[in-house]
């Protein structure tokens, strides 16, 4: 390989690094390095894709936007320039065919990840990008330079001409998010905001009677807080709750808990019926019914959902049906803590937003560029967190091809 041809160090392999070494390899112009802490890369992303793969989502662009809440205007050119259709493409390109779910979700037919990162894998080795495995980012030395820690211990630092940083969050830590890089960004002065746990299950104090029904599902209820309705099935746990509709408002949720020491959403356990509609249901006369029989005849309501009313509605439970079916529409749920970091899907928290150029180029220290998790973002659950890291990782690779470009 020639002397002159530019170096680049990618370091981590995760979604983002891999999609940039992809977009950079493609060029046939530079020299490109990918280290990774495993034995592997792509860890994470084969353990998302053991339920099924969701790899990104098919709603307009302006509702997909809207998931990043307070990160939508820092991600927004980045998601515009490689999109849910690019990502399907790109999938499509490497031999995996992608279909919409009922949902909206976007998923590969196989519903597994084990084929597509084999072929990416694949790829990525036949465009030439050399694999380094089991090499961890220990910090910088004083002329800026990555320092990496071989499996045998041994310390040497990385010389490139640009370097891209994909070290992910802080969740699933036996996966290689540790977190831990944060310690040499730090010692460089580089802004970050502590990590918090994300789409994750969250702690209520349930009474002992509760404990019966660890496990159960709630199918198509709502949990809404501040005026942020998320619809979707949870599952009741010994801690508390976890699930789909959970996860989606666990961003308000946190930042609830963080400003008042807890977060009292409201759940709705008919959220396709009216209060009018439940109200009505449940004025016909009882008679020697207990409630439990008499909500399940009424309002096919399961023995958890009876549960739930007891435990949170108060007692006695009120006896008329517009009060009841008020309960019904709006429980109250104190929740006090989020689960912790380690059994969070994602996190929030990393590199803040003011520290980078519109290229993800770190301002302080030019020729260093970050992508994916590591940046302070988050997002529900639903193809948003694959995708918000696929395009920063293009978005990251798009900034060193010009950044390289400019040395030249």
């Known amino acids: ?44 992303f084969l353990i998302a894709g053991r339920g099924g793969l969701n790899l990104t989502h098919s709603e307009d662009s302006f509702q997909f936007r809207k998931r990043y809440g307070w990160a939508e205007a820092f991600l927004t050119p980045h998601l515009s320039r490689f999109t849910p259709t690019d990502l399907r493409t790109w999938a499509d ?22 084929a597509l990162m084999r072929a990416w894998t694949k790829k990525l080795t036949n465009d030439g990008v050399t694999f380094h495995l089991r090499h961890s980012f220990q910090g910088f030395n004083d002329q800026m330079q990555p320092i990496l820690e071989n499996k045998d211990g041994q310390r040497h630092s990385v010389q490139a001409d640009a370097i891209l940083f994909a070290l992910g969050g802080s969740s699933y830590p036996h996966l290689g998010a540790t977190g831990h890089w944060t310690a040499g960004f730090q010692d460089k002065d580089i802004s970050l905001s502590p990590f918090r746990p994300m789409n994750c299950g969250f702690d209520i104090s349930w009474s002992d009677h509760m404990s019966r029904f660890e496990g159960e ?63 009505n249901r449940l004025s016909v006369a009882r008679g020697k019914q207990s409630l439990s029989s008499f909500l ?21 439970l009120p006896l008329d049906p517009g009060s009841l079916a008020t309960l019904i529409k709006a429980l109250p749920v104190k929740v006090n803590t989020p689960r912790p970091i380690s059994q969070a899907i994602s996190t929030s928290g990393g590199i803040q937003m003011d520290e980078f150029d519109d290229q993800l180029m770190i301002k302080r220290y030019p020729g260093l560029f970050a992508a994916g998790e590591m940046i302070d973002w988050d997002a529900p659950t639903g193809g948003y967190l694959l995708q918000a890291c696929f ?18």
């Open 1 to 44: 390989m020639p002397n002159d041809i530019q170096r680049i160090a990618i370091i981590g392999g995760g979604p983002s690094g891999l999609i940039a070494a992809q977009f950079l390899s493609a060029l046939k112009r530079y020299d490109i390095h990918l280290y990774e802490q495993k034995p592997s890369v792509g860890r994470k």
């Open 217 to 279: 599902p709630l199918k198509n209820i709502g949990l809404t807080l501040n005026e942020e309705t998320a619809r979707g099935d949870a599952v009741l746990t010994q801690y508390g709750l976890e699930g789909g509709a959970v996860y989606a408002l666990s961003r308000s949720l946190v930042v609830a808990i963080d400003t008042m020491g807890h977060a009292i959403p409201s759940l709705d356990l008919r959220p396709d019926l009216t209060l009018e509609e439940i109200a």
């Open 391 to 408: 395009s920063t990782g293009i978005a990251a690779a798009r900034g060193i091809e010009n950044w390289l470009r400019s040395l030249t």
């Open 296 to 316: 399940r005849k009424r309002l096919k309501f399961s023995n958890l959902e009876t549960a739930l009313l007891n435990e949170l509605g108060g007692r006695p």
């Open 93 to 114: 390109d490497l031999g995996i065919e992608t279909f919409v779910g009922s949902s909206g979700r976007v998923f590969p037919k196989e519903m597994k990840s084990t």
